[in-house]
């Protein structure tokens, strides 16, 4: 053993050991004051650059969910503003309502049309007031405006609220007015095709088409038809593309006839030949154009001397072949009305007998029976075609055309208002007038395309709400996971810490106390010295 006194080896060494378990004890020690495993980047370099990542994301996270709530809160104006506005026009639609019943005089009318105007002066109002924070809500500025969500570039949710004004709510309206077409025909066994010739714009043959949209809804089946108004509607409104642009059609057809019917007696006038009876062969709805024969016949003779009578025998017929079309007295006047708008089509022929010095012509007032209609000069051989097509209103809540070959003209077939190819004219709510029943009509079909317009507007608001409060819902799920990746790294753990600093502190005392023991070794020498 060797002894020396300039320098404790022992001492030194124990000395040096002591700092390094001070060192660790007090970093041990301010980790348990600051809760915190990494105090500086020293203490774990790669940790305190993922974690400092993590906590960029996590108040990006939270940054994202209060523009969501602030978006969301804008987005709630908006939408209770076009709640306001779709009761507005849930009181427009009755009122026009009320004015579509001739019930109402002049004065009546005139004052529902000021209630009309005034609640869409509201309407105006509300459209051009909402706001939020000074930002336009309602009046078609609020477009291609984004809510940033996330913690990335580009996490964005794209918004655009569409105009709600008076001028922007409406319909965009397209109408086969529907025409008359009536002739003499060619003989007793002739048919509509052999009477129109060919081609012919009131059937639909090879190569006929109605296109609404771009949307192909009627063309040629292999049989030629007649155009029919309801075959139209229906070609419409079953077509799910059509419908999920929101255009509909409604299809009617009304036929009165242009002089009162006073019986049998009193429908023909000759001084020297007589008519027996009238044979009316009805074709109801896009029949084949080729048949002779009817889908029911109602005979006209000496039986009918009243309009009621002429009533009961055309419902009897149409009722026992199935088909929908009722006739009924008005004002004097015969009426022949089909449920859905099917095309009326008669083909008539007579029986006549020739008197001492005629000629076996009849002359038949047929404006007893049909609209539009006159005197007919009729024999034995002849036969007079007469065709009423349906009228049809297409209502859309967005512009679309209107194409066509074959099956309309001017004042022949559909008589669509629109030429080929043409666009649907639009009507807003400013158009509204219900002075009128024609009018008020058409109002009530602007005014549920209005109504269908903002109910888009506010679903489509209602879809990004819930969108943004599914984002909301998972991005502080994901914020509370973050936060938590973060703490596992930057957080200390307790536990273990306490244990380690015990540790520590337990290596302090043992340091100083060998220090100590260290210390005395150099003493040693002293017993050499003795």
């Given at each position: 053993m060797a002894l020396r006194i300039n320098f404790n080896y022992e001492s030194a060494v124990t000395h040096t050991a002591l700092k390094t378990n001070e060192r660790l004890m007090n970093k041990s020690l301010l980790r348990l004051s600051t809760g915190l495993r990494i105090l500086n980047a020293a203490d774990d370099s790669a940790g305190l650059f993922i974690a400092d990542q993590l906590a960029l994301v996590s108040a990006g996270l939270e940054q994202g969910n209060r523009n969501i709530q602030t978006g969301i809160s804008a987005l709630q104006i908006a939408e209770n503003s076009a709640g306001q506005i779709y009761n507005k026009l849930k009181e427009i639609y009755v009122k026009a309502e009320n004015a579509a019943n001739d019930i109402n005089d002049p004065n009546a009318r005139a004052a529902l049309q000021r209630e009309i105007d005034n609640l869409i002066s509201a309407i105006e109002k509300i459209g051009r007031d909402t706001e939020?924070?000074?930002?336009?809500?309602?009046?078609?500025?609020?477009?291609?405006?984004?809510?940033?969500?996330?913690?990335?570039?580009?996490?964005?949710?794209?918004?655009?609220?569409?105009?709600?004004?008076?001028?922007?709510?409406?319909?965009?309206?397209?109408?086969?007015?529907?025409?008359?077409?009536?002739?003499?025909?060619?003989?007793?066994?002739?048919?509509?095709?052999?009477?129109?010739?060919?081609?012919?714009?009131?059937?639909?043959?090879?190569?006929?088409?109605?296109?609404?949209?771009?949307?192909?809804?009627?063309?040629?089946?292999?049989?030629?038809?007649?155009?029919?108004?309801?075959?139209?509607?229906?070609?419409?409104?079953?077509?799910?593309?059509?419908?999920?642009?929101?255009?509909?059609?409604?299809?009617?057809?009304?036929?009165?006839?242009?002089?009162?019917?006073?019986?049998?007696?009193?429908?023909?006038?000759?001084?020297?030949?007589?008519?027996?009876?009238?044979?009316?062969?009805?074709?109801?709805?896009?029949?084949?154009?080729?048949?002779?024969?009817?889908?029911?016949?109602?005979?006209?003779?000496?039986?009918?001397?009243?309009?009621?009578?002429l009533v009961d025998k055309i419902n009897t017929a149409a009722s026992a072949a199935g088909k929908d079309i009722r006739a009924k007295a008005v004002d004097g006047k015969l009426v022949l009305e089909t449920g859905g708008g099917e095309t009326i089509g008669v083909k008539i022929t007579a029986s006549t007998t020739t008197g001492t010095g005629g000629d076996g012509v009849v002359t038949v007032r047929l404006g007893q029976l049909f609209e539009g209609l006159g005197n007919v000069n009729f024999d034995n051989n002849q036969t007079y075609f007469y065709i009423d097509v349906g009228e049809v209103d297409i209502a859309g809540i967005d512009t679309y055309k209107v194409n066509y070959s074959g099956v309309s003209n001017t004042n022949v077939g559909f008589n669509f208002n629109l030429a080929p190819g043409g666009d649907a004219t639009a009507k807003n709510l400013n158009a509204i007038n219900v002075l009128t029943n024609p009018?008020?009509?058409?109002?009530?079909?602007?005014?549920?395309?209005?109504?269908?317009?903002?109910?888009?507007?506010?679903?489509?608001?209602?879809?990004?709400?819930?969108?943004?409060?599914?984002?909301?819902?998972?991005?502080?799920?994901?914020?509370?996971?973050?936060?938590?990746?973060?703490?596992?790294?930057?957080?200390?753990?307790?536990?273990?810490?306490?244990?380690?600093?015990t540790t520590m502190q337990i290596r302090m005392q043992s340091g100083i106390a060998m220090l100590a023991q260290a210390n005395t070794l150099p003493q040693l020498v002293l017993q050499l010295l003795r």
């Open positions: 939020y924070n000074g930002i336009k809500l309602l009046d078609g500025t609020f477009t291609g405006k984004y809510i940033h969500y996330g913690a990335r570039k580009d996490q964005v949710v794209s918004i655009s609220i569409d105009s709600v004004l008076p001028k922007d709510l409406g319909a965009y309206l397209a109408r086969a007015q529907g025409a008359i077409y009536s002739s003499a025909g060619a003989g007793t066994n002739a048919s509509f095709s052999a009477d129109l010739g060919t081609p012919s714009d009131w059937v639909v043959e090879n190569g006929d088409y109605v296109d609404i949209a771009g949307i192909r809804v009627i063309s040629w089946d292999g049989t030629d038809r007649l155009v029919d108004a309801k075959t139209l509607a229906d070609a419409i409104n079953s077509n799910t593309d059509l419908q999920a642009l929101g255009i509909e059609a409604q299809a009617k057809n009304v036929n009165q006839a242009s002089e009162s019917f006073t019986g049998f007696a009193n429908l023909w006038t000759d001084a020297n030949d007589t008519l027996n009876s009238l044979r009316l062969d009805f074709f109801v709805g896009a029949a084949d154009a080729t048949a002779t024969t009817g889908d029911f016949v109602v005979v006209i003779d000496s039986d009918v001397t009243s309009l009621q009578q009018r008020a009509e058409e109002a009530l079909l602007i005014i549920k395309k209005a109504i269908q317009r903002v109910d888009i507007v506010r679903s489509e608001i209602g879809a990004v709400m819930n969108n943004l409060q599914t984002i909301y819902d998972a991005q502080k799920v994901a914020q509370d996971n973050t936060n938590e990746a973060e703490s596992v790294i930057r957080n200390v753990d307790f536990a273990k810490e306490m244990a380690t600093f």
